[in-house]
């Protein structure tokens, strides 16, 4: 079955402690956590202090999607915030495996998110220590963006290249009932969807709505 991970962007940044215990009963499977330093994005979201105090808030494992520069300097911050996934960018630093290990030290799962620009090819070197791939289907940085159709085929061949391997593929960014389609067709096994989500009157439909 697909995994559903609302993306907390879309939310009301005023009530998010609420809306996180409401994401938990709506059936939502993991919470996606989207960190923004205006450097490697050119946006601000959330750190550590938010991650920390939502993690009273619900039992549901933590994805903290790092689009940051220098992540290496992170890791400890977001580990002792309660993430049980943390998720670097392939751009983002000189010394992915290293980041990757010291994610691993922590005993927390690692993943790797690549943007819309980055080939699926970077990713052999890694395939054998990662829990998680996040295919970016939007240019990082901003919530409701269409979805970029042309990453179908960069689904299709990270699919094949985890072979039987235990790592989530997690699509993000434009997700909605039609695009969920597409992404899961390709070999998708996690959606994160923000706006979608919390556009919606009735998140429990909307989250069936996804799988
Ligand atoms: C974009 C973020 C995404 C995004 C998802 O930088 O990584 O998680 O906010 O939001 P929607 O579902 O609105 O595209
Ligand atoms: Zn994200």
Excluded at 144 to 151: H, S, T
Excluded at 162 to 187: C, H, P, Y
């Amino acid at each position: 079955m697909i995994r559903v991970a609302p993306s907390l962007l879309a939310a009301d940044f005023s009530n998010l402690g609420e809306q996180v215990a409401k994401l938990e009963t709506c059936g939502a499977d993991m919470l996606h956590l989207d960190v923004m330093d205006g450097h490697f994005v050119p946006n601000l979201s959330f750190g550590v202090p938010v991650i920390k105090n939502l993690r009273h808030k619900t039992h549901l494992p933590f994805d903290a999607h790092l689009m940051v520069d220098g992540p290496e300097n992170m890791i400890e911050w977001f580990a002792k915030a309660g993430a049980d996934y943390i998720t670097i960018h392939y751009e983002a630093t000189d010394d992915l495996a290293s980041v990757v290990d010291k994610i691993h030290s922590y005993n927390i799962k690692a993943g790797i998110a690549l943007k819309p620009g980055t080939s699926a090819d970077v990713l052999q070197q890694f395939i054998d220590k990662i829990d998680l791939i996040l295919v970016m289907t939007v240019e990082p940085g901003f919530g409701g963006q269409k979805f970029i159709e042309d990453m179908l085929p960069k689904i299709k061949q990270i699919r094949a290249m985890i072979q039987n391997r235990d790592i989530i593929l997690s699509v993000d960014g434009g997700i909605n009932a039609s695009t969920a389609l597409m992404a899961k067709e390709a070999g998708a096994d996690m959606l994160v969807a923000g706006t979608y989500i919390f556009g919606s009157d009735d998140w429990s439909k909307t989250i069936s709505s996804l799988r």
